[in-house]
């Protein structure tokens, strides 16, 4: 089973830290945020993993090579253009025919991967997403669950309209057939994949129980780097 690791981003918001290190090279806990998926990706035994990348390309690869250094065998994406999530994705799956999964790069997170991929295939999902309980439901997008199915998002609810406190973390296990949906080109997974394919009731959820730390700002990522605890060698 293949891996994506999405790590394109220009880490505006991270500026000046990004100035002159792409985001996925910044470090947390003295290792570049991505090395911390990798070794977990490894931990439970997926160990063909495509980096998507763009912003500042060449660094990245310089630094994780053909992966062999971890254990993993490691290619590559390059974004020309900005693409999205969403056509990220479609572009670095383009020729896979079996379950892959993705995550978003600048999120830490200890997933579980072979029990959410046990999840997805006892529920023959067509996308499963890592989903996670944030204590302040108005700062994200909220799932609405129906019998383990994802019916909906609700972008930063009020407490009073939350269905739930559960967050997309970020982690998917997918199928290849779920992104016929989207258009070619510039496009998002959240908006024009996952929603669309929630409404036709084929994204499930997989709880993740264990950490999970964003770092898209500044004050994000230094509290990341100040609580997150890696994986275990």
């Known amino acids: 089973m293949k891996a994506i690791i999405l790590a394109g981003g220009f880490g505006t918001r991270l500026r000046p830290l990004t100035n002159d290190i792409p985001k996925p090279l910044l ?62 994705i479609k572009k670095a799956a383009q020729g896979l025919k ?37 204590e302040d439901v108005t700062k994200y997008g909220i799932a609405r669950l129906v019998d383990g199915k994802i019916v909906e998002f609700i972008e930063k609810p009020t407490i009073e309209r939350a269905p739930s406190n559960l967050n997309n973390a970020g982690g998917y296990i997918m199928e290849p057939s779920a992104l016929d949906i989207l258009p070619e080109g510039f496009c998002m997974i959240e908006r024009d994949c996952f929603e669309k394919l929630a ?11 264990g950490q999970w730390y964003p770092t898209d700002t500044i004050e994000k990522y230094t509290h990341a780097d100040e609580n997150f605890e890696p994986t275990s060698e």
Do not use: R
């Open 27 to 88: 470090p947390i806990k003295g290792k570049p945020i991505i090395e911390h998926a990798i070794k977990n990706f490894k931990k439970h035994g997926i160990e063909d993993i495509i980096l998507s990348i763009g912003f500042m390309a060449d660094k990245i690869k310089n630094y994780f090579g053909n992966g062999g250094k971890w254990g993993v065998k490691i290619s590559y994406i390059v974004e020309d253009e900005p693409l999205g999530t969403g056509g990220a």
């Open 98 to 134: 079996e379950t892959f999964l993705v995550i978003n790069g600048d999120n830490l997170a200890d997933f579980d991967w072979q029990s959410a991929i046990k999840t997805h295939q006892e529920k023959n999902a067509k996308i499963t997403l890592q989903l996670y309980p944030v």
């Open 199 to 209: 409404a036709l009731g084929e994204v499930f959820a997989h709880h993740h129980g």
